[in-house]
């Protein structure tokens, strides 16, 4: 897969041509030109320069990721190469095979990133989940959920296979918000049997009404995985405030409480 795509703008570039090939502009102050075009922006004189560097921001946000992997000089040998036609120093085959190399490289950067990460964060949760579940109010289960209750209701509990409309809020052992209710419009109505497996038990534990704060182990979240290219990292212990509003009908549309 080549790293930059750039047909649809050359696309949108060639039909914006035909439209005005025959268009004529006389010369004029530069000056004059900058404080008549609304869109002046300074270092960039014309739209020439503007649609060039706006390419340039393009291709260097998608080439973040691998900046270290990069030599701009010889990249841009490249580039130039292609632009004005000239005989490249490698043929499309050797292009090809170095592509591939490049992206199994990347591929395996990642999972060793991954495993990393997982390994850490494993580590931290168990440690985190030890010493709070001596704090005071914290209650585990045989699962290893743990949970505090905040507010008491006194309606009925949800059971397996019902669906529940709850106000939530979800964030990493660092406090960081990956998700929320109120992030997606208010309370949201979701079936139990198609949460993360901690989500499950501790909302069955809730009378409505209540309020309860629950830890939720990686084995019971996301697991190993993460929300891979999302907010959860692997082996994530999860932290979530969840008010329990009601049971709702079992046949009403569900949504995930964490994407």
């Known amino acids: 897969m080549r790293l930059l795509a750039l047909s649809t703008l050359s ?10 090939k025959d268009a004529t502009a006389p010369k004029t102050d530069a000056a004059a030109d900058a404080k008549k075009d609304p869109n002046a922006i300074p270092g960039l004189k014309d739209e020439k320069a503007r649609v060039s560097y706006m390419i340039g921001m393009d291709m260097g946000q998608t080439l973040k990721q691998v900046k270290d992997e990069i030599d701009l000089p010889t990249l841009e040998k490249g580039l130039k190469a292609q632009l004005d036609g000239s005989k490249p120093l490698m043929t499309e085959q050797q292009a090809q095979q170095i592509r591939e190399a490049f992206a199994q490289k990347l591929q395996a950067k990642r999972i060793a990133e991954q495993m990393q990460a997982a390994t850490k964060n494993a580590k931290e949760g168990q440690e985190f989940l030890a010493k709070n579940a001596k704090a005071a109010g914290v209650q585990t289960t045989a699962s290893g959920l743990q949970y505090q209750v905040i507010t008491q209701g006194t309606g009925p509990k949800p059971k397996a296979d019902d669906q529940v409309t709850v106000n939530y809020t979800g964030k990493l052992l660092d406090g960081t918000k990956f998700d929320s209710s109120e992030d997606h419009g208010g309370a949201a109505t979701l079936p139990l049997n198609a949460v993360v497996p901690g989500w499950r038990e501790g909302i069955q534990l809730m009378p409505v009404g209540s309020k309860y704060r629950l830890w939720i ?18 082996n994530a212990t999860l932290v979530f405030e969840v008010e329990l509003v009601g049971i709702a009908n079992p046949n009403g549309a569900g949504t995930s409480p964490a994407h």
Not at 11 to 20: D, E, K, M, P, Y
Not at 217 to 234: D, F, H, N, R
């Open 11 to 20: 696309v949108a570039l060639l039909a914006a041509a035909g439209c005005n």
């Open 217 to 234: 182990p990686a084995s019971l979240g996301y697991g190993e995985q993460g929300t891979p290219g999302g907010p959860i990292p692997p």
